[in-house]
């Protein structure tokens, strides 16, 4: 007896492209040669529907259905904190940044900075082949975690939102790899210190959050978008506890000081990552890294002068 699939389709072969929108929900016609993403665990939803039921009261048992009112997409994955190689050049995740409501500033031979912003958020266009499926996702806004864990590798887990446009078959595409450099172990050689109020500290983990409200708007007029409509970043990170007199976690919680944490990872000038927040700690826990004495800090970023709750630049 013959299978009924000669030629079964491996999840494994795929390939996801993002191009910056330069009109929002207009194809950016993203492409493997320029627009390749170094994506890891991706998760794909082709088809998230919304719907509306038909609440039919019958003489007999049973579902009247629903009728399908709006078509979405979700998209995660995540990608390793790693720059372009060069100072004051764009790494090839910036349109993911982007994409999750920040603004780009680039000082050439220097420095790529993104910060948070309230109006005007970008949008991308995402291209997913899954061997020989294409995915076309149009008008992508999401939010993003990072992680920094000792003995690991950082990374940023992306979740987008998307119109949905209807697969098509296709060949995968040729992707062109460079611009993608390996990520930098987490250790004392490659990473600086937690800088918490002044304070260094030697710290395991590492994590903050956009938090990024998403909304899918879906109305007569028309008006059809992914929007983020707020944030509500958090953060956390577990540091070794020094004596009272040099670092007082408590006291700062009691107090609901907002204090500037600031960490760097990267072994040299174009390989740095400075991510920097405006947080308040509000949870101390006593935890343990390999035998000694720690904090497990529960932080809440927050607007100084607005939109700088946390802020990630590429040295």
């Known amino acids: 007896m013959n299978n009924l699939l000669s030629k079964p389709r491996k999840w494994k072969n795929k390939a996801v492209m993002f191009k910056l929108e330069t009109a929002y929900g207009v194809d950016a016609t993203p492409t493997g040669a320029v627009n390749w993403i170094e994506a890891r665990n991706v998760s794909l939803t082709p088809m998230d529907n919304d719907k509306a039921e038909r609440n039919i009261e019958m003489p007999y048992m049973g579902s009247s259905g629903s009728v399908l009112v709006s078509s979405w997409a979700k998209l995660s994955f995540d990608v390793a904190l790693a720059t ?67 003995k690991g590798t950082g990374k940023m887990s992306f979740s987008f939102d998307a119109n949905y446009l209807t697969p098509i078959a296709q060949d995968m595409p040729t992707v062109i790899r460079t611009g993608w450099q390996i990520e930098e172990g987490i250790n004392s050689k490659n990473t600086g210190p937690a800088s918490i109020g002044g304070v260094d500290l030697a710290f395991s983990t590492f994590d903050w959050d956009f938090g990024n409200k998403i909304a899918r708007n879906d109305l007569p007029g028309p008006q059809r978008e992914v929007s983020i409509t707020d944030r509500t970043p958090t953060a956390g990170i577990t540091v070794l506890a020094p004596s009272l007199d040099v670092f007082n976690p408590f006291l700062l919680a009691e107090t609901s000081a907002v204090v500037p944490l600031s960490c760097t990872h990267g072994s ?29 800090l529960t932080l809440e970023p927050l607007p100084v002068d607005g939109n700088d709750e946390i802020a990630l630049t590429l040295l």
């Open 84 to 150: 372009s190689g060069s100072a004051g050049v764009a790494p090839k995740w910036g349109p993911l940044l982007l994409a999750c409501g920040t603004a780009e500033t680039i000082t050439a031979t220097t420095s790529v900075a993104y910060n948070l912003v309230s109006v005007d958020q970008l949008s991308v266009s995402a291209y997913i082949n899954i061997d020989g499926v294409l995915h076309k996702l149009f008008g992508v806004r999401g939010s993003v975690k990072g992680n920094m864990a000792a």
């Open 268 to 296: 040299a000038a174009g390989k740095q990552i400075q991510t920097d927040l405006q947080t308040r700690i509000t949870n101390v826990e006593y935890d343990n890294i390999d035998g000694l004495l720690a904090y497990k």
